[in-house]
Every structure is written in structure tokens, then in C-alpha cells.
């Protein structure tokens, strides 16, 4: 069965403190694609990256940066200086696989409450 | 920029009422979604729309139905609203069906029941 686990429901940190978020997932596809959204405040979810299987070049994108590690079924999500702003639960999610392909439904995992103090 | 809408953002209903929450997307998008989202349990799927007049049971399709009659349009459709539903809906619309594409989320409906 396919599955996401974000063990740390909540994480408080100081501004301009390191954060890293973490992301375990279960398939036993091969193809497959991993997202990370945040969630404001305002309720809206915002997509930050998409990742597909075969792919596990680490990304980085201003203070954000992506680890994807097959070995170890984890796309952890660590924001650098983090500030106020990025106050918000983020989620990690996986596309579902059926019938030998990635479908466009995503298996969410419960997300990450993160609050960053000034 | 991609839009979706979502027609509530704050929905106060009774026991036993029938509600519908709508949802338009304005970039012709195939795939449309609901979800719910409860606090320490993520999102989850109750209905997705993949063309207009088909759609597929989610997760948790139980107490709801949909309704997609034009492509832009996803309405969700609780029969007869308890207080179980009380929750935050979620809308969202992804370009197609396949996995690479991420979808694009509305603001939400936080509907209450009575």
C-alpha cells in the first residue's frame, strides 16, 4: 500500500533558524512523483515542487532546498534562515500508481505544523 | 496564473440539509478534486472528476456526491448534512491525468454543521 509519513506534527523554531521537514513515503511502484505543498494561514495550498522517481538530483530554490533519497524512501525539505513568513503546515504528498502508471491522485501525509518566532 | 474558486469560504448549515459547495477553475483543466481536511489527518479524497459528467469515488465517498456538467464547474453535493461533516473542503484541478502534473488548490470552505 502506498503511504506518507510526516513524523514531526509540529516544529517551532527562531527566525533566521534552520528547519528541516520531514518526508517518509511506501510504494512499490517504480514510477512515481513526490510534491511538497505549504498551507498559509489563509487556508490555500501552494504547490512548492514536484519530483518524479527518476530524479534524485537535490534541488534548490532561493532558501529552499529538496533532498530526495530513494535508499531511504525520504524527501525531506529543509528551509534555510527561515523567517515568519514561513509559518504554515506543509504537506508532503505521493501520486498514486495504477495500472503500471502515476495517476494525478495524490496520497497526502498529515503535514507539518510549522512556526517560526521572531 | 492559475484560479480556483471556491463559492464559501465560511458555510454555517443544519443537520439534515442539503448542501452544495461549488468550485470553477479557469485554466481548462481536465482533472478536478475534492478533499477534506481534519486536523491530524492530512487530506482526503472524496470525489475527483477526470472529464465533464465522470467521476470517481475518492477515499471517502460515503454521505457525498458530485457534479461536474461543464468543464470549469465541480460541485460537491452533501445529501443530508451531519455533524460529522463539519469540516474544511478543499477544491483542486490539475491539467491532466497523469501523475507528473500538481494540482492547483482553491481557497477552501469551512463548513459547519449543526
Known amino acids: 500500500a502506498q503511504k506518507v509519513t510526516q513524523a514531526q506534527t509540529e516544529i517551532s523554531v527562531v527566525e533566521k533558524e534552520d528547519v528541516t521537514l520531514d518526508c517518509v513515503y511506501e510504494?512499490?511502484?517504480?514510477?512515481?512523483?513526490l510534491f511538497w505543498y505549504k498551507q498559509p494561514p489563509s487556508g490555500e495550498l501552494v504547490f512548492l515542487i514536484r519530483?518524479?522517481?527518476?530524479?534524485?538530483q537535490n534541488e534548490i530554490s532561493g532558501r529552499y532546498s529538496w533532498n530526495f533519497q530513494k535508499s531511504t524512501s525520504s524527501f525531506n525539505f529543509t528551509i534555510t534562515a527561515s523567517q515568519v513568513v514561513d509559518s504554515a503546515v506543509y504537506f508532503c504528498?505521493?501520486?498514486?500508481?495504477?495500472?503500471?502508471?502515476?495517476?494525478?491522485?495524490?496520497?497526502f501525509g498529515t503535514g507539518t505544523l510549522l512556526a517560526v518566532q521572531p | 496564473d492559475v484560479k480556483v474558486t471556491q463559492s464559501s469560504r465560511y458555510l454555517v448549515k443544519r443537520t439534515g440539509e442539503k448542501v452544495f459547495l461549488e468550485c470553477v477553475q479557469d485554466?481548462?483543466?481536465?482533472?478536478m478534486f475534492w478533499y477534506r481536511q481534519d486536523p491530524g489527518l492530512g487530506l482526503r479524497l472524496i470525489y475527483f472528476s477526470y472529464d465533464v459528467k465522470m467521476k470517481e469515488k475518492g477515499d471517502i465517498p460515503e454521505g457525498y456526491s458530485v457534479s461536474r456538467e461543464k468543464k470549469e464547474r465541480f460541485s460537491l453535493i452533501l445529501e443530508s448534512a451531519s455533524t460529522n461533516q463539519t469540516s474544511m473542503y478543499l477544491c483542486a484541478s490539475s491539467l491532466s491525468a497523469s501523475g507528473s502534473y500538481e494540482q492547483y488548490f482553491g481557497p477552501g470552505t469551512r463548513l459547519t454543521v449543526t
Open positions: 485554466m481548462d483543466h481536465e482533472n
Open positions: 504528498a505521493l501520486s498514486e500508481a495504477r495500472y503500471g502508471g502515476a495517476t494525478n491522485k495524490l496520497i
Open positions: 519530483r518524479n522517481s527518476f530524479d534524485e
Open positions: 510504494t512499490r511502484d517504480t514510477t512515481y512523483y
